[in-house]
């Protein structure tokens, strides 16, 4: 049996512990708010710096804004990055604010904010107008949204992800350049049930990216690079295989739209440097023919004379030079 002094004794000391925890919150609490105070007082020698802006604009829309970003979780470091790139390009102060306003926007949403912090500085050290950053930040930050529930669907069916706001910024990085969202799903989904690493699902993002950009190059629609990407993940499990058949497509397309609806010159008859080699077999269609339009109609030209059922072989079209 416990005694009663043992029992006094156990709630004196849990007494003592409890205030303890109690005035180490306090402690914890004043430390922090010292601390955010010291930042903005750092944070205002930066814009001292620059005799540009007044004390109202410095006192009554920057600082509180400044704040208003520390405290709501964006870094220090990420913070006073901003303000001397703002002040080191003559920033308007108004702009400054509406651009913090867009990132604090963001990052109430619960969106990882690096990446967006890095478009930012990229902006600016572009010298580019408010509404350019502004424009750039909510784009990026629906990527961001999009790329978080790629992640949350394949964390769903069971996928452990480590590294996971790097992992949402890679796969914003591949929206952003136009690869369709089910692919980098099947990619985020294949790449951990096979155990890659962040680094390797990386590269092949960057890769499904590149080929994307190049598609768009090509002259491919959204629906047709997405539809390409399908077909190529459907007809294969292997990645290196799916991103070479991906490359494959896309080269047989911008063969197709450089030969046009109308011609015979088949893609492998065209040589690296883009000119017809010659050849003493097959019919060369491009030489001593009417060259098409777009539309499948042959140019014609105005005047009254009829035309000769055969144009002559100088009128024909030349091959690019080297």
Do not use: H
Not at 79 to 98: G, H, P, Q, R
């Amino acid at each position: 049996m416990i005694s009663k002094n043992k029992i006094k004794f156990i709630l004196a000391l849990s007494s003592i512990t409890l205030l303890m925890i109690f005035l180490f919150a306090i402690f914890a609490f004043s430390a922090e708010t010292a601390t955010i105070d010291e930042q903005i007082e750092q944070l205002k020698n930066v814009i001292d710096s620059s005799s540009k802006y007044s004390d109202f604009r410095k006192n009554q829309i920057l600082l509180p804004k400044l704040k208003e970003l520390l405290e709501e979780g964006i870094s220090f470091e990420d913070t006073k990055e901003i303000v001397e790139n703002s002040v080191k390009k003559l920033t308007d102060a108004y702009d400054m604010k509406d651009i913090f306003d867009a990132l604090l926007e963001t990052k109430k949403k619960g969106l990882f904010t690096v990446s967006i912090i890095n478009k930012i500085n990229e902006g600016l050290a572009k010298n580019a107008s408010k509404v350019e950053i502004i424009s750039v930040i909510f784009t990026k930050a629906e990527n961001l949204k999009k790329a978080a529930e790629i992640l949350n669907e394949a964390q769903q069916e069971g996928l452990e992800i480590n590294g996971e706001e790097e992992m949402v910024g890679i796969l914003a990085d591949s929206l952003e350049n136009d690869v369709p969202g089910e692919s980098l799903s099947w990619l985020v989904i294949t790449g951990t049930t096979e155990g890659k690493s962040i680094l390797e699902i990386s590269e092949i993002s960057e890769e499904l990216s590149y080929l994307s950009l190049l598609a768009t190059d090509s002259g491919l629609s959204s629906e047709e690079i997405s539809l390409l990407f399908q077909k190529a993940i459907e007809n294969s499990t292997n990645i290196d295989e799916i991103c070479e058949n991906i490359q494959t497509s896309i080269e047989a397309q911008m063969s197709t739209a450089k030969t046009g609806s109308g011609g015979t010159v088949k893609p492998s008859a065209i040589s690296e440097s883009g000119t017809l080699p010659n050849s003493s077999t097959g019919s060369p269609a491009a030489v001593g023919e009417t060259p098409t339009q777009e539309a499948g109609e042959a140019p014609t030209e105005t005047g009254s004379g009829p035309e000769p059922s055969t144009p002559p072989a100088e009128e024909s079209p030349s091959p690019p030079e080297n």
